[in-house]
């Protein structure tokens, strides 16, 4: 037995889990798939004094369509998305990175909600939800509120979210049939987090891009949306693209950092390629098609 | 500190336990249930020597609280073999491969290899070899253990296996 003691709770229902964490005034975490959690309670970075699971709380999961879009309860499994028709046909780029999220058997048990909250800079979840522009359901006992994913992370597992406050859901906007998803990352190994990466969505109108979403792993703080490369792309067809001067312009905006993984020059030089590969590879798909 | 009663199916049969809320499910099989074939490597999701299936589906038993558990059909190792000893699928094809060397990872990798391959499971090549990056072997006897995957793979899709799927 590693961590140190606490008291559990599985709620039913938002509202007790929302009663317990207002009641714990700060004393208590979340845990959904526990697959972040569970290794920080072992090695004890991680000492709350009451644990609210919400793997029973019924409200908390599933995938369905919504008006305007799709709702993800956040203890939907990972595993959940891979298995999803609707994301596959509605929101290919979500499946695309889940199947680069942690293992087959971490993503067994680890959520969709649990990434988000958890703010991993390096994370493939946090950043579609930039890309793709979702919004983050929060509630607690105060009221409920939502928040824009691009506005949500405040730094390295910082967020927005109060002691209080609990994710309830997370809702991406709908994208045009047949859009073009985009995922490019580079980790040491299939599961680890990217050393750099980048994901996104273009939607094309009469031939041009009309809607672009890109935002970068690992080139930040935060999730970081590449609006200035998500400017040079719109108005232009495929083919018009210049997929190293839309790269360039998207690093720029970047910061990132030097860490044990890697320094921040190497993420520059090999974000940068990454995006203008994957550039290069959408429009290679425009040729063809 | 809370202490909660749990109830589960563990390779087939019913138990029963109070639990501290911070019992892990792997030091509940192992210590209270007896089921030392769950391994604990790291005990924290790392290396997949704790592997176990809960409902059906591989998951990391160092992960998971016991808690968590109440009302789960757990299989662990222990419970592949037949009663009379016949080996279970996955336990004869890694056998006959010589996919183990000191064992310490084999109980995580036969589980792995149980979930996605039971019957009427349907896994190409590709998707097995993306689960067993969950697994880390110290004696790298990687290739024993991708030669099983492969047999099992062709067994439950014939040449198809070889095509396509992901992790
Ligand atoms: S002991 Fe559970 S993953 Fe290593």
Redesign the interface.
């Known amino acids: 037995?590693?961590?140190?003691?606490?008291?559990?709770y599985?709620p039913a229902t938002i509202s007790e889990a929302c009663q317990l964490l207002s009641e714990a005034s700060g004393g208590a975490t979340v845990?959904a798939g526990?697959?972040t959690l569970?290794?920080l309670?072992?090695?004890r970075m991680s000492q709350p004094f009451i644990?609210v699971?919400i793997?029973n709380t019924a409200e908390m999961k599933g995938i369905s369509a919504v008006d305007g879009g799709i709702r993800i309860g956040p203890a939907t499994r990972q595993?959940e998305v891979l298995e999803s028709e609707l994301l596959v046909e509605r929101l290919p780029l979500l499946v695309e990175a889940v199947?680069h999220v942690?293992?087959?058997?971490?993503r067994?048990?680890g959520t969709v909600g649990g990434s988000i909250a958890l703010g991993e800079p390096a994370a493939e979840l946090p950043a579609c939800a930039v890309a793709l522009g979702a919004t983050i359901d929060i509630a607690s006992v105060r009221g409920t509120r939502q928040v824009p994913a691009s506005e949500f992370y405040l730094g390295p597992f910082m967020t927005v979210l109060e002691p209080d406050e609990l994710v309830t859901g997370i809702t991406f906007p709908a994208w045009p049939a047949g859009h073009l998803p985009l995922f490019s990352e580079l980790a040491q190994?299939?599961?680890d987090f990217a050393l750099v990466g980048v994901v996104g969505a273009l939607a094309l109108e009469a031939g041009k891009i009309s809607r672009a979403g890109i935002a970068w792993m690992a080139m930040g703080p935060t999730p970081l949306k590449a609006t200035a490369a998500e400017q040079l792309l719109l108005g232009k067809s495929l083919a018009e693209i210049d997929p190293q001067a839309v790269a360039e312009a998207a690093v720029a905006e970047t910061a990132p950092f030097d860490d044990k993984r890697t320094s921040a020059e190497y993420r520059r030089t090999v974000g940068a390629r990454l995006l203008a590969r994957a550039l290069r590879e959408l429009t290679a798909q425009g040729e063809a098609a | 500190?809370?202490n909660?009663k749990i109830e589960l199916t563990i390779n087939g049969r019913q138990y029963s336990g109070d639990v501290?809320?911070?019992?892990?499910l792997a030091?509940f099989l192992r210590d209270d249930a007896g089921f030392t074939g769950v391994h604990l490597g790291c005990?924290?999701?790392v290396c997949?020597a704790c592997?176990i299936t809960v409902d059906g589906?591989?998951?990391?038993s160092?992960?998971?609280?016991a808690?968590?558990a109440n009302g789960a059909t757990v299989v662990t190792a222990e419970g592949l073999a037949a009663e009379d000893g016949t080996l279970h699928p996955v336990q004869q094809v890694m056998m006959e491969e010589h996919a183990l060397q000191c064992g310490f990872c084999t109980p995580g990798v036969v589980m792995?290899l149980a979930s996605l391959t039971g019957e009427g499971k349907q896994c190409s090549q590709a998707q097995i070899e993306?689960?067993m990056?969950?697994h880390i072997c110290r004696c790298t006897g990687y290739q024993g253990i991708r030669r099983s995957a492969a047999r099992l793979a062709y067994d439950a899709m014939g040449d198809s296996a070889q095509q396509g799927g992901?992790?």
């Open positions: 037995m590693k961590p140190a003691p606490f008291d559990y599985a845990i526990g697959q569970m290794p309670l072992n090695l644990l699971d793997n595993y199947r942690g293992h087959h058997q971490t067994n048990r190994r299939p599961g | 500190m809370s909660h501290e809320a911070r019992t892990s030091d005990e924290h999701g997949g592997t589906r591989a998951v990391r160092c992960l998971m609280l808690v968590q792995t993306g689960a990056s969950g992901d992790a």
